[in-house]
């Protein structure tokens, strides 16, 4: 075989290895949109992906047609669909030099559903968890969950993909998500689309973008210390420590049994902060970028426990996040719903100190910002518990403010 002749035959081959949808001049769409998924009606919607520069892309649900050219090298385009009214099911067509279907489309009412891990907790540890997975069957329901990740950098995508509600999946799904969607669905009768991106143990200014904490000289500091444990984080020193106060810790766990006492909570490998749920932007970049600016009506957030020692700078953290996911949104102050902290640990004889007491404080000064609203639960806590399982009335009580407050019911 002559050099020309091997060439080709290599050629050949190498094609034939690598998968179609890898073909730089296919039409792709981000994980926000798959089969199953729920379009938010009464507004335009954002239908986005990527295609090969300068390829005509042409968008096709019911009788609308849209095209975009792609405005970049990057190949990103986008439409917008006009306003709908709640329907469906229909096909949504997206097409280039590939075609993609999307199948069982809806369109209703879309929520996203954020926050630390009592917003992350599944509907698999509440109460009466068995009877209440046994009854979700309720196809109208939609449910996408974004993986729980931090990064560095703004990611454009992630795994994952839309599932109607049944016994099959809403096990995992976030209760405080579930319960509140199911709330809403009994009330407004329309198809119910629920976007969780939550992140168990997550501090408030992981959710917030990079810049606009460095345009605000008091979180300089925060942001220096952060910079700080990313710089001298090494995996290897971050083990070795591990493995010593394992060691301790199991020499303190037996003697605690041998007196017949509580034992000490065991010792946790320090995470890379580059990807964990506390170093600031990194849950902005991975778990909110991907599905900006996808049309939806609103928020709910579940989370202040991981800012519970710094409720001063709260006051100012939190409204500032709300801030920034409205203005890159770029659907006005659209309604944002949170829960405050609910009653922990025993119960005092008197008042006094208390950094929960002062974090619900800040987040109750949060409501001078238009178009919120907090749901209560001081009375459904748990003492020895910090993730209550009562996640049903947190659900109502979150949807009792939408369906007062945004749809206008009584």
């Known amino acids: ?120 907790m599944s509907v698999n540890g509440v109460i009466n968890a068995q009877e209440e997975i046994a009854a979700a069957n309720d196809p109208k329901i939609r449910l996408v969950s974004v993986p729980a990740r931090g990064s560095q950098t703004p990611q454009e995508d992630f795994q994952g993909k839309w ?33 969780n991106t939550s992140y168990g143990g997550s501090s408030c200014e992981a959710w917030v973008r990079r810049s606009v904490l460095e345009a605000d000289p008091q979180y300089k500091p925060m942001l220096d210390r952060y910079a700080t444990m990313i710089s001298d984080y090494d995996p290897v020193k971050a083990k070795a420590v591990y493995e010593k106060q394992r060691a301790r810790w199991k020499v303190a766990a037996e003697k605690a049994k041998a007196a017949g006492t509580k034992a000490p909570y065991p010792p946790r490998l320090q995470g890379d902060p580059r990807t964990g749920n506390h170093a600031p932007a990194n849950l902005y970049n991975a778990m909110l970028t991907p599905v900006l600016p996808y049309g939806m009506r609103g928020v709910i957030w579940y989370q202040g426990e991981s800012n519970a020692g710094r409720a001063y700078q709260y006051r100012t953290l939190f409204p500032t996040m709300i801030e920034n996911w409205r203005a890159d949104w770029r659907q006005g102050d659209f309604p944002f719903y949170f829960v405050q902290l609910a009653n922990f640990m025993a ?63 009584d």
């Open 347 to 409: 119960e005092k004889p008197e008042p006094g100190e208390s950094a929960w007491a002062e974090l619900r404080e800040a987040q109750s000064m949060t409501l001078k910002l238009p178009n919120t609203g907090q749901a209560v639960i001081i009375d459904i806590g748990e003492a020895q518990d910090i993730h209550p399982k009562n996640k049903q009335d947190v659900g109502k009580r979150l949807a009792l403010w939408a369906l007062a407050k945004t749809y206008g019911k």
């Open 163 to 195: 599932v109607e509600c049944s016994p099959a999946t809403v096990g995992g799904f976030s209760a405080a998500g579930y319960f509140f969607g199911r709330e809403l669905s009994k009330s407004l009768g329309v198809p119910i689309g629920l976007i």
């Open 1 to 120: 075989m002559n050099r020309r002749s091997h060439l080709a035959a290599l050629l050949i081959a190498v094609a034939t290895l690598v998968p179609a949808s890898f073909c730089p001049a296919d039409v792709k769409l981000p994980a926000i949109f798959t089969d199953n998924l729920v379009l938010q009606r009464d507004m335009p919607v954002p239908i986005w992906g990527w295609a090969a520069d300068g390829e005509k892309v042409t968008v096709t649900l019911g009788t609308q047609t849209k095209t975009a050219l792609p405005a970049s090298p990057s190949g990103k385009w986008m439409v917008k669909l006009d306003a709908m009214k709640a329907g469906g099911p229909c096909t949504l067509t997206v097409a280039g030099k590939n075609t993609i279907t999307l199948k069982n489309v809806l369109i209703g009412e879309v929520w996203v559903c954020s926050g630390q891990s009592n917003m992350q």
